[in-house]
């Protein structure tokens, strides 16, 4: 069974009594009812303007109220005579005037005390009031509320005229029951088991207090398993404890906690639904839902309740914590009202200590100082020598200036100030240093503290909450205090030492204030018979907690001040205003189209979503795969059941369940990787074919296919392809042989994985055993970042359900385009509206109306969006402010008002590409369209949609540039291609260097004659025309890294069929030279770049550009020279590039001859000659040109070893296909092997039948020892078992390879 959540609108609205009504009924008009003296007013202008005529549409008297004078000070109270429930209101402006309220606040109280304000939102508190002096406007109380006394406060009115109102308030009797708990009683309520609810307990009540602590409700079971509601500094936690402490669970103690500030001394609503292992929790308005894992039972207590407190009758468990000091109302427990039992001393009630039933206390008056100009100037008793003033305060400033009072004459001053959280007392004397008093720590945390202050004699104190601080011998004379204290500020005619504090005034709420031996009363003060103020509201405390609920998502921590909040996204993987934004990729294909490498990076599958970033591997190959690790990577074995690593793996994953089916939900393929190894053990029973081994999924399913059968059949694939190593069997475990046989599958089913557990139970036979990896899930491809749709005309949209982003709504996608104006996103409501439009070439506009009129948000660049290239927009909007963001362009961002409207209230579809008024439209192409988080299918809705076709061709205009060093840019359906054929680099976007490692003696001749037919025929290189022999290079680029340190050393030699040639060489020095012939009947050009030596074993970088006679050499990116050749200015008959070592180079000079007689030894790499790549063609053999390799060429990744900066890469796991470049060198054998082929070929031959031979021997004696050490001690070391045990499997698939199936 599952807990109904019910989720109430907060928001009043505009009201038609003729058309909305309450299903009880309960609208009656309440004011026009009373008499006249019922209402009241804080000043009336004349007798004909008093409150008695405020009743809604009286014409009589002056036609309604209006104040003596118009300010924010004046008020309109009625008195309704009882508690009533109030749910709506209405207002006029005075009969035939210009006096009207435009905007007021709506304030109740029980008693005509310590009024609180309603608030139509969290953070809204006015109502909008008349336009004209006539017209009634109607306001439904969602929710409602009860009092006995309604005050309107006006706060804005008709700019030619005064205030001026006609109220109306409307409702019904609400009845209720009370009880009054003194801090030391409690009530125990025993229920009969027969009539207690089997499947659900309902708790219920209101409550009111000015204490912060005390348990309201508690009830036991055996094993120290209780539930407990407790008040703890204002907030209530309801702490669920099931009993099972012995067990590691983590719902044994679960704590829920909501409210905030509920020791204000006003009901509060407290609902508590039980149903087994659920659990709604609602205070107010805000509801918790908990739902326990495991066998947690909520129900299954005593049948026992205490309210009020904790009673100790018949129990032996002590819980520290205090009564509950205050009243209940309407308490009921699953329908049984159990103040009219206790009323009625009914034996199921136990009352314990001074009960009584009804609810009247003293009310104390809050002072709330509004701003930071805000002050309270109380007098001081003529000829006061000493200092003694006491006051309670409330705040969550870190700063304000709280008392000052100057003394006569200069004197002096005293001067109280909240700084840092802390209490600063200060004493100014003429000719003596500054003294200060600090005390208390963390005072702005939004409870009451007590303040005593005091002076006499020479010594000075403060005491907060009880601790005190004091300074002996502080002061200087005497005392001769001003006539005035100021709390909170000062005037702003006001001088002197305190008034004069950068800090500003208090913002907060006082109480309890006295001055001397007198009690201050703030209504003294409201009526003008004490004192003076400022910027006061008197008899109400405005304190709110900005902080509840929290509006900082993702776990973010939430700190606030008198007007605002903020929250601190560090360590959240989030950011913005509310850490709304997820600052990573959404996926590894996200993260491949940045330009990043392979490596270790956090993802965030649903962006701003719930779900958390997860640490995946991204392998960047032709596409992108997502490798998600569990624990279980190691080869686990599984034995006869008795023994104790039989027990089942359960692999966990570094990404939580949701954050895993996100993925894979993504992604265009996932696979996993099996590997089962069986010996005497079977996947299905040997008589009837029932399963004996099987997997679970991540739903928890049980599978018992295996490869690429259909589900059910129990069938390896070479079941299905007939090549088992036993044909008796349709897997090669099946066979139970007594050596080891292996069934290796790849699974693919989306909607399967990952896999969670693995068991194999046929191991009870003698010498029987399996194993099995798991390898990591693989994941390809996103299926959202390239799903795109193109818009051929203005009037043409897609339309989607309308978008929920009431509090936080963000809206991201890319869009290509040529027009210079359209709208990308529209969604409308009655009022609110959200838009996101290219309003010009050059502008993004992100537009949008929660109620507090429009706003707009706009990035302008400097050049055009309409490039026909794709470009990134992301807008956010939160209750603190809008941004705006497109591409890399600085984000744009305008805050929201302060006290305005938060909730988005749309109600229309949402519309793409479009408007609903069909014009303005997009016309271009949009992709990736995201709304908080979640992907929309625009493909599969254009198919569909006239004027809009699925897909967008194009994307090599945006992401070329991600294709480096000379690889070219492929179009393809979902995103780009990199060719790396004319490239001297490889990878996904030509970004690794193709390395060797060159031993003595090796060489790779390259010749350009047969690529020039190859490359005509395929008309695949416009540099082909150039290497032919009747043709003249004017110009060509060669590259070449290398590391050495042998000289002398031939790094390049290029020739020609006419002895010209280039040679690049290391002297005998290790110094650098270049040599250009290209005339064969003149010298060569010899050009040395510097004396330092290369040979140094570090990489360096070479770069030759020629323009005719113009050379240009860049040395490790930085040494630029430039030469003049005066050879020539024509390379002609180009015929072959060597590197490394070539014997008599026809026509060379002596030095270039030495250099090639020794070759090169070393690391070469990234070798390019205009368009040919001689080196990649000889490490990827099967091209079409021609290459020669001799000796020893090994590839490598010998570039990347200590190149300063170069960033480490991440191995992962190899799975099925060719996903890179492996960590180890291998060596390439091309097909022309001259000279030497045939010699190495036969010791080969030789080399491998002496391995196969001495693999044999060993795997004899592997089996051997492990029989041996299993006898001898098979738990003893584990690890060398499972050592041996690999081992063993490795010899064995030397001589029969498992074979791999695959499942899609």
């Not at 003149?1082 to 290369?1094: A, I, T, Y």
Request: with cysteine; hydrophobic share 35%.
């Amino acid at each position: 069974m599952s807990p109904v959540a019910v989720l109430f609108l907060l928001i009043a609205k505009p009201w038609s009594i003729g058309v909305a009504g309450n299903t009880y009924n309960c609208d009656a008009p309440l004011t026009s009812a009373l008499p006249r003296t019922s209402i009241s007013s804080s000043s009336e202008l004349s007798s004909s303007h008093n409150p008695g005529f405020a009743s809604l549409n009286r014409r009589d008297g002056a036609g309604g109220w209006t104040p003596f004078v118009s300010n924010k000070y004046q008020w309109l109270q009625i008195d309704l005579g009882e508690r009533m429930e109030v749910t709506a209101v209405a207002t006029q402006g005075r009969y035939g005037s210009s006096d009207w309220v435009t905007n007021y606040l709506l304030m109740f109280s029980d008693s005509g005390r310590n009024w609180r304000q309603y608030r139509r939102e969290e953070s809204l508190w006015g109502f909008p009031g008349n336009t004209n002096a006539d017209s009634v406007v109607h306001y439904r109380l969602q929710p409602p509320f009860e009092a006995r006394f309604v005050r309107f406060l006006p706060s804005a009115w008709n700019s030619k005229g005064r205030i001026g109102m006609r109220v109306e308030v409307y409702g019904c009797a609400y009845k209720s029951e009370m009880v009054n708990f003194d801090g030391k009683s409690s009530l125990l309520y025993t229920f009969n088991q027969n009539s207690m609810s089997p499947t659900k307990d309902v708790i219920s009540l209101k409550f009111k207090t000015r204490q912060n602590d005390g348990i309201l409700l508690h009830r036991e079971g055996k094993h120290g398993k209780h539930i407990t509601l407790e008040l703890v500094k204002g907030k209530l936690i309801l702490f669920l404890n099931s009993g099972k402490a012995n067990l590691p669970s983590p719902d044994t103690s679960v704590t829920l906690t909501l409210g905030s500030l509920l020791d204000d001394q006003h009901w509060h609503s407290v609902l508590i639904e039980i149903l087994s292992t659920y659990v709604n929790f609602t205070v107010d308005r805000h509801t918790h839902h908990f739902q326990a894992k495991g066998e947690s039972n909520y129900l299954d207590l005593d049948y026992e309740i205490s309210f009020g407190g904790i009673s100790g009758h018949g129990k032996s468990m002590v819980f520290l914590h205090k009564n509950f000091y205050g009243c209940f109302e309407n308490l009921c427990y699953n329908g049984v009202d159990i103040i009219d039992l206790s009323k009625k001393h009914k034996p199921q009630i136990l009352i314990m200590g001074n009960v009584s039933f009804s609810c009247s206390y003293p009310q104390t008056v809050p002072v709330t100082f509004l701003s930071s100009r805000s002050y309270l100037a109380l007098p001081v008793t003529s000829g006061e020598k000493k200092v003694s003033v006491t006051f309670q305060f409330q705040t969550w400033n870190r700063a304000g200036l709280l008392l000052t009072n100057q003394f006569r004459h200069g004197s002096g001053a005293i001067i109280l100030v909240l700084n840092d959280g802390k209490l600063k007392l200060s004493l100014f004397q003429p000719e003596h240093p500054e003294k200060d008093i600090t005390a208390g720590a963390g005072l702005n945390n939004g409870q009451w503290h007590s303040v005593s202050l005091s002076a006499k004699g020479n010594h000075l104190s403060v005491m907060v909450d009880g601790a005190a601080a004091s300074m002996a011998h502080a002061l200087r004379g005497q005392i001769d205090l001003d006539d005035t204290y100021y709390l909170g500020g000062c005037p702003s005619n006001s001088s002197g030492s305190g008034c004069g504090s950068h800090l500003g005034g208090f913002q907060g709420c006082l109480r309890l204030i006295s001055i001397g031996d007198k009690v201050v009363d703030p209504i003294s003060v409201q009526q003008g018979t004490l004192g003076s103020f400022r910027d006061l509201q008197i008899d109400s405390c405005g304190l709110t907690d900005r902080c509840f609920p929290s509006y900082c998502e993702h776990e973010s921590e939430c700190s606030q001040s008198w007007d605002t909040f903020s929250c601190d996204c560090a360590h959240t993987g989030y950011a913005g205003a509310t850490c709304h934004s997820s600052l990573y990729e959404q996926s590894c294909e996200a993260h491949k189209h940045r330009g990043n490498s392979s490596g270790l990076y956090y993802i965030d599958s649903d962006g701003s979503g719930p779900l958390g970033p997860a640490l995946v591997y991204c392998n960047m190959t032709d596409t992108a795969w997502t490798s998600v690790q569990h624990n279980g990577s190691h080869l686990a074995r599984v034995k006869s059941s008795n023994e104790e690593n039989s027990h089942p793996v359960f692999f966990k994953y570094r990404a939580s369940t949701d954050q895993l089916q996100a993925i894979i939900d993504h992604a265009d393929h996932c696979q996993q990787e099996l590997a089962l190894h069986c010996r005497k053990s079977r996947l299905s029973s040997r008589h009837d074919g029932t399963p004996v081994s099987w997997w679970v999924g991540r739903t928890n399913e049980t599978h018992t296919y295996w490869g690429s059968s259909l589900p059910d059949a129990q069938k390896c694939t070479c079941g299905l392809e007939g090549n088992c190593i036993d044909s008796q069997y349709y897997c090669n475990c099946d066979a139970a042989r007594n050596e080891w046989t292996s069934d290796t599958v790849v699974l693919s089913s989306k909607e399967h994985l990952p896999v969670t557990r693995v068991v194999m139970t046929d191991t009870g036979q003698s010498h029987s055993e399996a194993a099995y990896t798991l390898g990591p899930l693989l994941c390809r491809g996103d299926n959202s970042f390239w799903n795109s749709a193109s818009f051929n005309t203005e009037t043409s949209y897609l339309h989607f359900p309308t978008f929920r982003g009431e509090l936080s709504a963000d809206v991201s996608f890319f869009f290509k385009t040529i027009a210079s104006s359209g709208v990308f996103v529209e969604n409308l409501g009655i009022t609110d509206f959200i838009r996101l439009e290219l309003r010009g070439s050059a502008e993004v506009t992100f537009s949008f109306d929660v109620g507090n009129g429009p706003c707009e948000v706009t990035v302008q660049s400097l050049t055009p969006f309409n490039d026909n290239r794709w470009h990134h927009v992301r807008a956010e909007r939160n209750i603190k402010e809008a941004s705006l963001q497109v591409d890399q362009l600085p984000s744009k961002t305008q805050p929201a008002p302060a006290d305005g409207h938060t909730h988005l209230q749309l109600n229309s579809q949402l519309f793409v590409g479009g408007t609903a008024t069909r014009q303005r439209g997009f016309l271009g192409c949009i992709r990736a369209l995201k709304l908080n988080g979640l992907a929309l299918n625009l493909e599969e809705r254009a198919t569909v949609t006239p004027g809009v076709e699925p897909g967008c061709p194009g994307h090599c205009s945006s992401y070329g540039h991600l294709c480096l060093n000379g690889g070219s840019c492929k179009e393809k359906h979902r995103g780009i291609a990199c060719d790396c054929a004319i490239s001297a680099y490889d990878g996904p976007f030509c970004e690794s260097e193709v390395s060797a490692d060159f031993g003595s003696g090796s060489s790779v001749t390259y010749t350009f004659q047969e690529l020039y037919n190859y490359t005509v025929s395929k008309n695949s290189s416009s540099f082909a025309v150039l290497f032919h022999e009747d043709l003249t290079l004017t110009r060509e680029m060669a590259t070449v890294s290398f590391r050495t340190t042998k000289t002398p050393s031939l790094l390049l030699y290029v020739n020609s069929f006419q002895e010209e040639y280039l040679s690049v060489i290391l002297a005998p020095n290790g110094s650098l030279q270049i040599r250009y012939k290209l005339d064969r009947h003149q010298e060569p050009d010899v050009f040395n770049f510097g004396v330092k030596s290369l040979a140094d074993g570090q990489l360096h970088q070479l770069k030759i550009n020629r323009e005719a006679a113009v050379v240009s050499v860049e040395v490790n990116k930085n040494a630029r020279k430039q030469v003049i050749l005066s050879s020539g200015t024509e390379f002609n008959s180009v015929k072959s590039l060597t590197l490394g070592e070539i014997l008599e180079p026809p026509g060379a000079d002596p030095d270039t001859q030495q250099a090639g007689a020794h070759g090169f030894s070393g690391c070469l790499s990234a070798v390019r000659f205009g368009p040919a790549t001689p080196l990649k063609a000889a490490l990827r053999p099967g091209g079409p040109a021609p290459v020669t390799v001799r000796g020893y060429v090994a590839q490598s990744r010998c570039a990347q070893v200590g190149r300063p900066g170069a960033p480490a890469r991440e191995a992962t796991r190899p799975f099925a296909g060719r996903s890179g470049a492996t960590d180890e060198g291998e060596p390439f054998v091309n097909a022309d092997r001259s000279g030497s082929a045939v010699l190495r070929g036969v010791i080969a031959v030789v080399i491998f039948i002496l391995l196969c031979t001495t693999a044999i021997a060993i795997r004899i004696y592997q089996q051997r020892w492990v029989y041996k050490k299993n006898e001898s001690n098979i738990q003893k070391n584990g690890d060398n078992a499972e050592t041996a045990l690999k081992s063993e499997l490795n010899m064995q698939s030397i001589v029969n390879e498992s074979q791999k199936e695959y499942f899609f």
